[in-house]
């Protein structure tokens, strides 16, 4: 059995549309809830572990969420509340943006 190094960062999958997608919502949950873990992630978006896994490592990549997992089986969230508001605000609008964009629709 191999394990991986815990220096070395996971390796990620390309990113699509459908996880920018999820990814934005994720980040919502998070932000809004001031906690960040998997099991969050997995009951908000009713998806499964390993998409929440790799929904939350993509945070921890933009330095939304700590890499590490606390005792209480948390990520620290990095951002200051200004910076967390700010962001909220901006995945709220860009989700409102896409859902009203006719190019978008069939």
């Known amino acids: ?11 990620k999958a390309p990113a699509t549309a459908h996880t920018g997608a999820l990814l934005q919502r994720a980040t919502i949950v998070v932000l809004a809830h001031r906690k960040a873990s998997i099991s969050l ?5 009713r998806i499964g572990y390993s998409t929440a896994l790799r929904l939350m490592d993509a945070m921890a990549h933009d330095n939304i969420v700590s890499r590490d ?13 200004s910076d967390q508001c700010d ?16 190019s978008s629709s069939s």
């Open 41 to 45: 992630i997995q009951r908000h978006l």
């Open 87 to 102: 962001m909220v605000l901006k995945l709220q609008a860009e989700r409102n943006d896409d859902s009203r964009d006719p």
């Open 69 to 81: 997992i606390k005792d209480d089986g948390f990520r620290t969230i990095l951002l200051s509340d």
């Open 1 to 11: 059995m191999t394990h991986q190094d815990p220096q070395c960062p996971p390796v």
